[in-house]
């Protein structure tokens, strides 16, 4: 009997591939400025629904994955179009994921090694956690998540000489517009991207929970993020808007009696390990993805050849960091929506139309 | 598990852990203690020519600051010629030009995390700071918890002035302005708190004053006071009177002495803590009034004469010429605040998050607006013990 992922397990995975995406809040700011927080409860709110039609694909059509799933509703051939629709969208995660891994070690640690270096080593971890074993990557999840959140809580207590609650205010002072861009932003950037999960369900305990305990994990990293942003407002206030990377620009403030000072190292360690968490996530579900596509009952063997894809598609993805910010703050939330909205509700309500899953599959309620 | 893996599979795995670290040594990052020039403070001064900026880094010469410390042989030290450290100036558009500039110059490759004090020269601090200031917000590595002045005269004499007791007159300057909070005469200043004030529209940022004084032929540094800052330009400075006033208003007096005279005697009142609160209010004919109130206790820290300033009779005219010379020094630093027609209180901000609609249309015009604000002091101050006497040193 092969190992299975509990709930428990999902929702830790859950909620530390969501707190991996945290560099979505200079987005948010850039929007929504002091109000920022505003726009993660506003994205939970609207990323409920959202997370409900995955919970109910799960349970209409229990121990398959979204691929299989789309197959089993579409037919063969629009069924398979989609699926490599889904496929590429893991991808393009995948690379964009790796892409702010090569980004950040150059910017912070090692500026003048070449990105494909940095990426190659990084990829090539990927490569093995994938190979050896994403079951046992999310286990390895109860810890990321409890090290993060450890670490942020401890931050926020180091920095709390540095808060200053009246950068909060004016509330609600921005135009309702932002605060739609921003609520988008937070959903389909950061909170429904565990749609990436789906792929994991056939390895499921209880694949049928699947909708309630992402909506629990979730709703953990929406208080995580909470911690964050309103910690990064508080104490950046107006310079918030024009820094790289906001969260880290406060760790590098902390400094307590001169001892605790230049914690950074914290920071880079548990970024670079939830970023390899969702990598690999990411890039199984784009290997096994593409495995299903082809109807190829092991995915072992693309595992080297989208390492290689991957590394190359990271590389080349953006010209400049810059390109990467610009991309983020446009253009990204649009391109996920189609991908983490529109295709699953599309799923949803053709296979209510068409009754599926049919008698002969049809579970016991 | 572990059984089951064959030799030679472990050996690949060893081979590959090895291939794999290799390549997180950082060859192409290395950065050794001793090809490092490592930048305790910088002074940035106007240059000869229009449109240049001099930039003056002092680096710390580890290896002789230690031997200094030593101390037991000064013969080496003559021998060596050298001092603790040493500074080297150059001239460019910006900053970042002159540092490679620099590199030229000295035998190692300039480090700048540790730097602790940034001083502008008054004549490049009144042409504006914000280009200078770039660098040191852009640079991945540069930290902004280091502390910035403003000189008076020329920003790179300062880093020549030696001190006593520390081995480098930038860290003499930087444990300076830490010990300010016992004496609220200054505004101590990060340089992120300068730079996030500075990305506010309506608030002036103040920067503390440093200068040279001549003492027994002795040279020494002065801090005290503030320059103001509207839009990164220094348009004027606040005496240590005014400078006290604005951080009363802040909020950020810590402790300090207020010298009082009542009596016939000269009492100093030892400041134990302070809260202020400002409450702004928009009133319907069109008025923009403030009220700040500031709530201090005191402990009475020395007194001069014969009538016991403790005694509770005398306590609450103690207390009420203390409050009387708090609402002094806030109404100056107000009063040099419309002169300089800078809103160095962030008094715009206050409107900002109470009002942020009406705001929108005063953002502009705010300069003339300040101008015609009113605003009411009040200051209570209590009293907290009077040490280790209860009366002056006189027989009953």
Not at chain 2, 292 to 317: C, K, M, R
Request: proline share 3%; charged share 20%; aromatic share 10%.
């Amino acid at each position: 009997m092969k190992r299975k992922i509990s709930s428990a397990q999902l929702l830790f995975s859950v909620a530390s591939f969501i707190v991996a995406s945290r560099m979505i809040t200079k987005v948010l700011y850039s929007y929504l400025k002091q109000d920022s927080w505003i726009g993660i409860l506003l994205g939970y709110l609207i990323s409920l629904p959202v997370l409900m039609i995955y919970g109910a694909l799960a349970k209409r059509f229990p121990s398959k994955n979204i691929i299989e799933i789309s197959e089993a509703v579409f037919g063969k051939i629009l069924g398979k179009i989609i699926s490599a629709c889904y496929t590429f969208y893991f991808m393009s995660l995948a690379v964009l994921y790796t892409r702010s891994v090569g980004t950040f070690v150059k910017t912070i640690i090692l500026p003048n090694t070449p990105m494909a270096l940095i990426l190659i080593l990084f990829v090539f971890i990927c490569s093995w956690a994938v190979k050896k074993g994403i079951i046992g990557l999310t286990g390895c999840s109860t810890v990321l998540a409890a090290i993060s959140a450890v670490l942020i809580i401890f931050k926020f207590l180091l920095l709390f000489k540095e808060l200053e609650f009246k950068n909060f205010l004016p509330a609600f002072a921005m135009q309702p517009k932002n605060y739609l861009i921003g609520a988008h932003v937070v959903a389909a950037q950061s909170l429904c991207e565990i749609f990436v999960f789906f792929m994991l369900v056939p390895h499921m305990q209880k694949p049928e929970e699947f909708g309630r305990t992402a909506r629990a994990g979730v709703t953990v990293a929406t208080v995580i993020l909470l911690i964050v942003t309103a910690r990064d407002i508080a104490v950046l206030g107006s310079y918030t808007v024009v820094s790289t990377m906001p969260s880290f620009s406060v760790l590098r403030l902390i400094d307590v009696g001169d001892i605790f000072t230049r914690l950074e190292s914290l920071y880079t360690a548990i970024h670079i390990s939830l970023l390899f968490f969702n990598v690999s996530i990411l890039y199984y579900a784009t290997v096994s993805g593409f495995s299903r596509l082809l109807n190829v009952k092991s995915h072992q063997c693309f595992i080297h050849i989208f390492g290689a894809l991957m590394i190359t598609g990271a590389l080349s993805v953006f010209e400049s960091s810059y390109e990467h910010t610009q991309w983020n703050s446009s253009a990204a939330a649009i391109y996920a929506t189609l991908f983490l909205f529109f295709l699953p509700a599309a799923t949803l309500i053709a296979a209510a139309i068409r009754r599926l899953p049919g008698k002969e599959t049809e579970h016991p309620a | 598990m572990i059984r089951r893996i064959g030799i030679k599979k472990r050996i690949l795995a060893v081979l590959a852990a090895l291939a794999l670290t290799s390549g997180l040594t950082a060859c192409f990052d290395r950065r050794e203690l001793d090809t490092l020039g490592i930048v305790i403070g910088v002074a940035i001064d106007k240059g000869e020519t229009e449109g240049e900026t001099e930039l003056t880094l002092q680096i710390a010469n580890v290896a002789e600051s230690q031997s200094s410390k030593q101390g037991s042989n000064t013969s080496k030290k003559e021998e060596s010629g050298g001092s603790s450290f040493f500074n080297v100036s150059h001239s460019g558009k910006t900053v970042n030009t002159i540092l490679r500039d620099l590199e030229h110059m000295i035998s190692r490759r300039v480090y700048i995390p540790h730097i602790q004090v940034i001083i502008f020269g008054e004549e490049l601090a009144r042409e504006g700071v914000r280009d200078s200031l770039d660098f040191f917000a852009r640079a991945p590595e540069a930290r902004m918890t280091l502390y910035v002045f403003v000189a008076k005269g020329k920003a790179a004499d300062i880093l020549n002035v030696k001190s006593l007791l520390e081995a480098y007159p930038s860290t003499a300057l930087m444990q300076r302005i830490k010990n300010q909070d016992i004496t609220s005469d200054t505004p101590i200043v990060t340089e992120f708190e300068f730079v996030r004030t500075m990305m506010n529209k309506s608030t002036a940022a103040v920067l503390p004053i440093v200068e040279i004084t001549e003492q027994k032929d002795r040279q020494r540094l002065l801090v005290g006071g503030c320059a103001v800052f509207k839009d990164s330009r220094m348009v004027g400075e606040l005496d240590k009177k005014e400078t006290r006033g604005l951080l009363w208003v802040k909020g950020e007096v810590e402790a300090g002495i207020l010298s009082v005279e009542l009596m016939g005697v000269c009492a100093a009142a030892e400041i134990v803590s302070a809260k202020s609160r400002v409450n702004a209010e928009l009133r319907e004919d069109g008025t923009i009034f403030f009220r700040i109130t500031v709530d201090e206790v005191q402990a009475l820290g020395d007194q001069t004469g014969i009538t016991n300033l403790a005694a509770p009779e005398n306590l609450p005219a103690l207390l009420e010429e203390s409050e009387r010379v708090i609402a002094d020094e806030i109404q100056s630093a107000l009063d040099q605040s419309w002169e300089l027609q800078a809103d160095i209180f962030g008094f715009g901000e206050y409107i900002s998050r109470k009002y942020p609609d009406k705001w929108k249309d005063m953002e502009d015009n705010w300069d003339e607006l300040y101008q015609k604000i009113e605003v009411e002091i009040e200051v209570n101050a209590k009293a907290d013990g009077t040490g280790r006497t209860i009366m002056p040193l006189i027989p009953e």
